[in-house]
């Protein structure tokens, strides 16, 4: 039975503008008030810029909000980057840190995403940490050593923080959470199975043991073409605590409709 609750996170990437995320946000307010998920977290994660738009548009709702990236540097001259303190400042509760599109493109290592982590926790931001290995990773057989060093990078990150590090307050167990993205799965319409999820799933669950809780408490989401056609089989998973979710997360009836999903595994599990 899972003891964890699921957890589903739309990552808009660079992605929508006022009137579009107006819609979206009314769309999935009504809809999250209509069917009571009161099961299941949800968190929106717009650009940087709509950050306060959307701040006020979910005033009151269950539905959290988070940024897709935050600076690992408290202040000062950083051009064009935004800092842990401003998120807090306007209410954030969540950030995404280590995407592979930031990894790849931005040439993210493991050490820069962990000091995002740190500063994000010392915040006391909820982080949302991405890992994921390449197809030429998976198809060569390093997929277990990639997610190993990702993984045991930021588990050490995560247990410093728990363990107080930095931060005001300790990291409570349940605001860090990793995200499994291969890759190859990431906008492509080509989801992972239910199977290789879950393998790799347990795999990153192996590796979380100096957490609190022994990573038994630690959310692991699946991310890579969800859609509401495979959310179900993907979240039965004994070891997929729910979905980050891309492309389909700015369609509202199928970000609703993978919520739902979520939302009917964990009452499956408990039920059980
Ligand atoms: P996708 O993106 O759902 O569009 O595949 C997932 C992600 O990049 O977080």
Redesign the pocket.
């Known amino acids: 039975m899972k003891q964890r609750k699921p957890l589903v996170a739309g ?1 808009w ?1 660079m992605n929508g503008d006022t009137v579009f995320n107006d819609h979206l946000l009314g769309e999935l307010r009504a809809g999250i008030e209509r069917e009571s998920m009161a099961a299941l977290g949800i968190v929106v994660c717009p650009p940087y810029p709509y950050l306060a738009q959307v701040a006020n548009r979910l005033a009151g709702s269950p539905i959290e909000w988070g940024a897709q990236n935050v600076c690992e540097r408290p202040n000062g001259a950083f051009t064009g980057e935004v800092s842990a303190s401003m998120l807090v400042d306007l209410g954030c509760r969540w950030v995404i840190v280590g ?3 930031r990894r790849q493109s931005m040439h993210e290592t493991d050490d820069d995403v962990c000091a995002k982590l740190a500063i994000a926790a010392a915040h006391g931001l909820g982080v949302i940490a ?1 890992i994921g290995e390449t197809l030429d990773e998976r198809e060569s057989g390093r997929t277990e050593s990639v997610l190993g060093r990702q993984v045991d990078a930021l588990a050490r990150a995560a247990h410093d923080a728990q363990r107080g590090g930095d931060c005001a307050a300790p990291m409570p167990a349940e605001r860090f959470v990793l ?1 499994y ?1 291969p890759v190859w ?4 319409g080509r989801s992972a199975s239910a199977e290789i999820a879950q393998q790799a799933h347990a795999f990153i669950r192996s590796r979380l043991g100096a957490l609190d809780g022994g990573g038994q408490a630690t959310r692991i989401l699946y ?4 859609k509401p056609g495979n959310a179900r089989s993907l979240f039965a998973m004994p070891d997929v605590d729910g979905g ?6 700015l369609i509202a009836e199928d970000f609703l409709a993978i919520c739902g999903a979520a939302a009917a595994c964990s009452s499956a599990s408990t039920a059980r």
Request: proline share 0%.
């Open positions: 990552n990437k995407h592979s599109e991405c995200a993205e799965a990431i906008g492509t991310g890579g073409s969800v980050l979710i891309g492309g389909a997360a």
